[in-house]
């Protein structure tokens, strides 16, 4: 729709570890997921999700890898509609690391000029990669279902191998 109305618009997607996502909308008090999926937004689950949802006994955290996993087919059908030069995919980890780099790499993209009074008031913040929080907040059972829930989401942005993925399941004691 933005594509649509904005023809010349450019786009960045912010690409984050699945897991990190899915414990952040766990968080979120107000996250409709809590009511369950017939009372959300995302419409009926298909019956691929609907299984995987009752395999790990309609985990909440199943269902926000699931719901990770919506937003995720929605976005990739819209890119796939917006010419290449007009978008840019930047990791989360990586504008952690380097968020002035990242930021000249932004306003490069978006035809903005950087001056040094940007580059000044960008310097006055810091940025720190929480990709780690889900391996703390979350218990061991609930760590295998989101690597069992995301494992295709996490081979295809880089942060499993595809080999050590299905090795990461058969070895993970679940609880």
């Known amino acids: 729709m933005l594509n649509e109305i904005f023809p010349d618009a450019k786009f960045i ?7 990190a ?3 952040s909308i766990i968080n979120i008090d107000w996250w409709e997921g809590w009511a369950g999926d ?4 995302w419409g009926e689950l298909t019956e691929e999700q609907q299984a995987v949802w009752k395999k790990h006994n309609e985990s909440f955290v199943a269902l ?5 996993e919506i937003y995720t087919k929605a976005m990739n059908k ?3 509609q917006i010419p290449k030069e007009r978008f840019m995919e930047i990791r989360y980890e990586d504008f952690c690391k380097a968020p002035l780099g990242t930021f000249k790499s932004v306003c490069d993209f978006c035809e903005i000029e950087w001056n040094s009074t940007f580059y000044q008031k960008l310097q006055k913040y810091t940025l720190k990669d929480t990709n780690f929080k889900w391996q703390k907040e ?5 760590q295998f279902i989101l690597n069992e829930t995301l494992a295709e989401f996490q081979t295809n942005y880089g942060y499993i191998e595809p080999e050590k993925a299905k090795a990461k399941l058969e070895n993970v004691d679940v609880l």
């Open 13 to 19: 997607h912010i690409v984050r570890d699945g897991r």
């Open 21 to 23: 996502v899915a414990n």
């Open 38 to 41: 017939k009372n959300w937004r």
């Open 64 to 68: 926000a890898g699931i719901e990770l």
């Open 78 to 80: 819209a890119v796939a």
């Open 138 to 142: 979350l218990t061991k059972e609930q």
